[in-house]
């Protein structure tokens, strides 16, 4: 039997309510990166976005965080990637210290609420938000087949298959053939659109001028020595045999 296809619905929010929920978690979690980053520095480096929610209440666990190595004196999580300090190291209790002083982020539990997808959320996989151009859209995933509401404070934006030819950047609907996003620019990938990778085609064409400039500038400075040398004989014989010089 055939898998059903991931597709997804992608919401507009328009109800300001629903919005001003997203800004102020934007804004929390801009105002506690640089704090989590001399966290980081000081016990370990972090992976992902689990940086951006230090506390999170498991079992008996004070938190638990994902790293990209488990910390000294830290202990690995059911979860793995994820690990808890251990309390009888003082160096984990200074962590957890430090750790609890940090303001907490409001999550977006609320907005998912409000939107009718918090039971389809699995961590941010599978739910995203992003502000493009002022417009606030909301992709949700869901099985072909599978009905899928549109949430009051929302209008339907498109409806699409996973790896669909449409730019990750700006959403434009793309050629399958193009290579560059005809409407921002970022270079295709994969089915998708990756700015960072600079080999693809637009790329490709700057390094190939790159070269040209550099091939330019070796050959004229190789027509420069060469000049000097095929000149200088002719200027010694202008100026003459020494006992004519004065």
């Known amino acids: 039997m055939?898998?059903?296809?991931?597709?997804?619905?992608?919401?507009?929010?328009?109800?300001?309510?629903?919005?001003?929920?997203?800004?102020?978690?934007?804004?929390a979690r801009k105002s506690i990166e640089?704090?989590?980053?001399?966290?980081?520095?000081?016990?370990?480096s972090f992976s992902?976005?689990?940086?951006?929610?230090?506390?999170t209440p498991y079992k008996d666990r004070v938190f638990c965080l994902a790293f990209d190595d488990c910390p000294e004196g830290w202990v690995e999580d059911d979860?793995?990637?994820?690990?808890?300090?251990?309390?009888?190291?003082?160096?984990c209790r200074d962590a957890?210290?430090?750790?609890?002083?940090?303001?907490?982020?409001?999550?977006?539990?609320?907005?998912?609420?409000?939107?009718?997808v918090r039971q389809k959320i699995d961590y941010a996989a599978s739910f995203s938000i992003q502000e493009y151009k002022g417009t606030y859209s909301v992709e949700v995933p869901y099985q072909e087949g599978e009905s899928l509401s549109i949430p009051a404070?929302?209008?339907s934006k498109k409806n699409y298959e996973l790896n669909q030819n449409k730019c990750e950047f700006c959403f434009t609907e793309i050629h399958p053939e193009a290579t560059v996003?005809?409407?921002?620019?970022?270079?295709?990938?994969?089915g998708l659109y990756n700015s960072g990778l600079p080999l693809q085609k637009k790329g490709l064409y700057g390094?190939?001028?790159?070269?040209?400039?550099?091939?330019?500038?070796?050959l004229l400075g190789t027509l420069y020595i060469a000049l000097v040398f095929a000149l200088f004989p002719l200027w010694k014989l202008y100026r003459g045999p020494k006992w004519y010089r004065r």
């Open 2 to 27: 055939e898998a059903s296809k991931t597709r997804y619905l992608e919401y507009v929010l328009t109800d300001p309510g629903l919005i001003n929920i997203f800004n102020e978690i934007e804004k």
């Open 34 to 44: 640089p704090l989590i980053d001399a966290f980081a520095n000081k016990y370990g």
């Open 48 to 55: 992902g976005d689990y940086a951006l929610k230090p506390v």
């Open 79 to 91: 979860q793995p990637g994820f690990y808890s300090p251990h309390l009888e190291s003082d160096f």
């Open 96 to 116: 957890r210290d430090e750790m609890l002083r940090l303001p907490l982020i409001p999550n977006s539990y609320e907005l998912e609420e409000k939107l009718g």
């Open 153 to 155: 404070g929302c209008v």
């Open 181 to 190: 996003c005809p409407s921002c620019n970022a270079v295709k990938s994969y």
């Open 207 to 218: 390094y190939l001028v790159l070269l040209l400039f550099v091939s330019i500038l070796h």
